[in-house]
């Protein structure tokens, strides 16, 4: 399940441009699991929860939740340590989130049910978060109405820090080809290395001899709103070994693309060549 607290910050930043378009339970202070939930109703005590943070990269990390009850739905999220401190504790925080949450599944006609946990769950954040900096995973109970029903559980943990690899390349497959849809599949050669990547026609990425001035121009025109908007760059941006799937609409029948990815920093600057794949869509 997405997770939608992350992905409404992460919307403030978002444009859609293209390449088309050139361990240990911690619990915060104040928020044991024996607290009353000021939202109403008894904090239930019995469900806990286990929180693991995996696979830190400069942008992510893979957050796994286990808890006590497999029945008892919750909510799970990760948080910077500066948003977090914007509160008196985690559970006002965890009320926000909630709130925001109801009111953004009431416009999308879905139910708070839709987005809740339940069982072990887990979510890779592929590209949320900046380089050398503390975050918490958090998880809690939650029912269908929005009562918080336990504590917060939380999990402190610091992406890396960005590294620059000029010599990085990339192992780059296409799949599950479909008339207007495929599978990409990038394996960089350095998983903390930054990296853009994403499918561009033959026919526009065969106007530049040299595809490096290709993707430096690309660049320049990704991230000139993001910085009008005074909003972070790299949630455009990868880390890490990457599997996107192209939904079907986001190609065109019967074209030839190329799937395509070079290392880049957080602030623009092309640092490796341009590994580019061919394949071609189906007939409709």
């Known amino acids: ?28 202070p104040g928020n044991g699991g024996n607290d009353n939930n000021d939202n109403g109703g008894d904090t239930n005590v019995t469900t806990t929860f286990v929180v693991e943070v995996s696979d830190i990269t400069p942008l992510g990390a893979y957050v796994s939740v286990t808890p006590s009850d497999n029945a008892a739905t919750y909510y799970f999220d990760v948080v910077s340590k500066e948003e977090m401190g914007k509160y008196v504790d985690a559970k006002a925080l965890a009320k926000v989130m909630i709130s925001n949450l109801k009111e953004y599944c009431e416009s999308y ?31 809690f109970g939650v029912d269908a109405d929005g009562m918080i029903t336990t504590g ?22 296409v799949t599950d080809i479909t008339s207007n849809g495929a599978l990409v599949l990038i394996t960089p ?28 121009r690309l660049i320049k025109v ?41 290392g880049v920093t957080t602030a623009g600057k092309v640092t490796t060549d341009v590994t580019a794949v061919p394949f071609k869509t189906s007939v409709q």
């Open 1 to 28: 399940m997405k997770r939608l607290f992350n992905f409404m910050l992460v919307m403030l930043a978002a444009c859609g441009i293209s390449c088309s378009n050139l361990g240990d339970e911690n619990t915060m």
């Open 109 to 139: 006609e879905q139910t708070l049910a839709d987005v809740l946990s339940k069982g072990v769950d887990g979510y890779n954040y592929i590209s949320y978060f900046t380089p050398n900096t503390e975050y918490y995973a958090l998880a």
């Open 152 to 173: 917060v559980t939380t999990e402190p943990f610091t992406t890396l820090e960005e590294v620059v690899d000029a010599s990085m390349t990339f192992d780059v497959k």
């Open 189 to 216: 050669s350095n998983n903390n290395a930054i990296y853009y990547f994403d499918v561009v026609t033959k026919e526009k990425l065969d106007e530049y001899p040299d595809t490096k001035e290709y993707a430096e």
């Open 222 to 262: 990704i991230k000139e709103p993001y910085d009008f908007y005074g909003k972070p760059f790299v949630v455009v941006l990868s880390a890490g070994a990457v599997a996107y799937q192209f939904e079907a609409g986001r190609l065109a029948p019967n074209t030839e693309y190329y799937a395509i990815a070079f």
